[in-house]
């Protein structure tokens, strides 16, 4: 027997109880923060980041992986709209990123579970890449983490909105960010862009928080409608595969 708040309970009951517990999350408008062992895909992230930061500093990995133009995708070098995420040009633009995706990361991976987390995050990168390859010039290159993390800021206010939290704060962050997109013209406000929207749509679409088989379904399905939606474009609009 195991002893309890309510009494003495069998230890085959406990742990069949144990099984349907709802497993309690962070939610917006809490005050306790995950610790960074509970954000293990988000730290995942930034080793990989930093990784291949360091190997690109003494290799042409950077020209390997970054998205150059159109041609490099028409060529079968569709990789490019994903490798060119984790691809970053300076100590200050990977330092930058990874603070972002490690605050925005702690935020958002508890609440949609890692896989969901890890799926939004990829997505997003993508309709950062869309974005730059529909209204990016042939000629222009750009990399970096930024478009996905912009989708993390979308989806945290769907999150936010959804738990009846106050989403001055991320708006506020969201308007600062796109302002100086615009100002800086060596950043690309067109992958920011495309990840904020397209974060919002997929974290939307995610039954966030819910268990089930069916509910796995739905983000299947939701996953891969918006990378169809994003794919079209790249069929038909002339331009460079970029992120920003």
Do not use: M
């Given at each position: 027997m195991l002893q309890a708040p309510?009494?003495?309970?069998?230890?085959?009951?406990?742990?069949?109880n144990a099984k349907k517990s709802p497993v309690i999350r962070y939610r917006p408008g809490t005050s306790a923060l995950p610790t960074l062992g509970q954000v293990p895909v988000t730290m995942g992230l930034i080793a990989v980041c930093v990784v291949v930061y360091i190997v690109?500093?003494?290799?042409?990995?950077?020209?390997?992986?970054?998205?150059?133009?159109?041609?490099?995708?028409?060529?079968?070098?569709?990789?490019r709209l994903f490798t060119s995420i984790f691809i970053h040009y300076s100590f200050f633009h990977i330092l930058l990123n990874m603070i972002s995706l490690l605050i925005i990361g702690r935020?958002?991976?508890?609440?949609?579970?890692?896989?969901r987390y890890l799926g939004l995050f990829l997505v997003a990168g993508l309709g950062g890449s869309v974005?730059?390859?529909i209204f990016t010039g042939?000629?222009?290159?750009?990399a970096g983490a930024s478009g996905a993390i912009f989708g993390l800021f979308g989806a945290y206010f769907v999150i936010a909105r959804r738990a009846r939290a106050d989403t001055s704060g991320i708006l506020v962050l969201i308007a600062i960010n796109l302002f100086y997109s615009f100002v800086d013209t060596s950043i690309s406000w067109q992958a920011h862009i495309g990840g904020l929207i397209t974060g919002v749509v997929l974290a939307a679409a995610l039954g966030l928080g819910r268990r089930g088989r069916h509910e796995v379904i739905i983000d299947i399905l939701a996953v891969a409608g918006v990378c169809v939606l994003l794919g079209l474009p790249l069929l038909m609009?002339?331009?460079?595969?970029n992120v920003g």
């Open positions: 309510v009494g003495w309970h069998c230890r085959q009951c406990v742990r069949k690109s500093q003494s290799t042409d990995l950077v020209y390997r992986w970054e998205q150059i133009g159109g041609n490099e995708y028409y060529l079968g070098q569709w990789y935020l958002v991976e508890p609440v949609l579970g890692r896989w974005a730059c390859y042939p000629i222009a290159q750009s609009a002339p331009g460079a595969v």
